[in-house]
């Protein structure tokens, strides 16, 4: 799925670090998920490996925002102080309104990190970020903000932060992170985040699993996704209508 040489040579070596990165936070979550299963009741549980998790997390997607600002604006300094607020005005409008379908529980879950983040002019610092800032500056005297929402919130922020960098597609896809369906859907456009809906893109993991286009725009997909990924497949069969509109056609 590589088009040509020319677009291998010029991939940045931290994407392919980022996915890495992620797979294994990825993994660490879940570990922990075996030993506190994630529920209702389990949401605020606190743990070591969740605040571990979480500040490993966050410092990735803060490095990749970072790095992928710095191609994006080369006047910006490498002692430039760039903070969770730089991040939302540059990446916001990419992934307010993205969602994840989290499958480390019986029931899957949709999880939406950036829902603080409702337009790219309104601010305010998620609270798994919030969690993060104290626990990087006091893990000991915070460590309770070290829960299981949090550390599942941060990996699926990770998860959205390099599908919609925009530099790590290469990377996503060397990993066969990308479902291609019954389309090779990285053949319509140079970038993943750029595919259109109906050639059905999804970024999936162990743990979660993202279509690509759906989300906050209007979308008129059949409950049909096409995907290799069964359970995706009965997921999106019975949650589509909450985010498409099916076309009727005419006899």
Not at 61 to 83: F, G, Q, R, V, Y
Not at 117 to 130: D, G, L, R, S
Not at 150 to 163: E, M, Q, R, T
Request: proline letters at 5%; one cysteine or more.
């Amino acid at each position: 799925m590589i088009r040509d040489l020319q677009q291998l040579e010029s991939a940045q070596p931290f994407s392919f670090t980022a996915v890495e990165g992620l797979l294994a936070v990825e993994h660490a979550l879940h570990e922990a998920l075996r030993y506190v299963p994630y529920c209702e009741s389990h949401r605020k549980v606190w743990s070591a490996p969740f605040t571990t998790i979480i500040l490993e997390a966050c410092s990735q997607l803060d490095s990749i925002w970072k790095a992928t600002a710095k191609l994006n604006t080369p006047s910006l300094k490498e002692n430039d102080h760039t903070n969770i607020k730089h991040h939302h005005d540059r990446f916001g409008s990419f992934v307010a309104k993205q969602h994840v379908v989290f499958f480390g529980n019986e029931s899957p879950s949709l999880i939406t990190p950036f829902a603080d983040w409702p337009n790219a002019t309104e601010f305010a610092a998620p609270a798994w970020w919030q969690a993060y800032t104290a626990l990087k500056h006091d893990r000991f005297s915070n460590q309770s903000q070290g829960t299981l929402e949090h550390a599942v919130n941060s990996v699926a922020a990770l998860l959205l932060a390099i599908v919609y960098s925009g530099q790590c597609d290469l990377a996503i896809v060397t990993a066969s992170l990308l479902d291609t369906g019954d389309y090779n859907p990285w053949a319509y456009s140079d970038l993943i985040r750029d595919i259109p809906n109906e050639i059905h893109p999804k970024v999936e993991t162990k743990l979660f699993a993202h279509p690509v286009g759906v989300f906050g725009k209007e979308c008129t997909l059949s409950h049909d996704w096409r995907g290799n990924s069964v359970r995706f497949n009965a997921w999106w069969a019975l949650n589509s209508k909450k985010f498409t509109t099916v076309k009727s056609t005419s006899s």
